[in-house]
Nanobody, 115 residues
């Protein structure tokens, strides 16, 4: 069964850190472009970060540059999102996406930044 399973979300104070994981099953991520998105109620899903399949090049939304880092471990079939210096406006459900000939989405993990 093909699936992406996110984990690592939770409640954190402003300025804190979280690391999200996205584990793939039923396929190997090696040839897939992997991305993290986020969504808050009433708004469109927003692209946060992307890492390509060939050279590991990364791209980030301006709002997270310098604070978030996307990485991949193809041997573990997992993608990560390290989030530092978190702000209340980072509060959202975070989704993992795999894109090649097909597109797969995870079910999402809630991140809440609040004091």
């Amino acid at each position: 069964q093909v699936q992406l399973v996110e984990s690592g979300g939770g409640l954190v104070q402003p300025g804190g850190s979280l690391r999200l994981s996205c584990a793939a099953a039923g396929f190997t991520i090696g040839t897939y472009v992997m991305s993290w998105y986020r969504q808050v109620p009433g708004k469109e899903r927003e692209l946060v970060a992307t890492i390509d399949s060939a050279q590991g090049r990364t791209n980030y939304a301006d709002s997270v540059k310098g604070r978030f880092t996307i990485s991949r471990d193809n041997a573990k079939n997992t993608v990560y999102l390290q989030m530092n210096s978190l702000k209340p406006e980072d509060t959202a459900v975070y989704y993992c996406k795999a894109r090649a000939l097909r597109i797969y989405w995870g079910q999402g993990t809630q991140v809440t930044v609040s004091s």
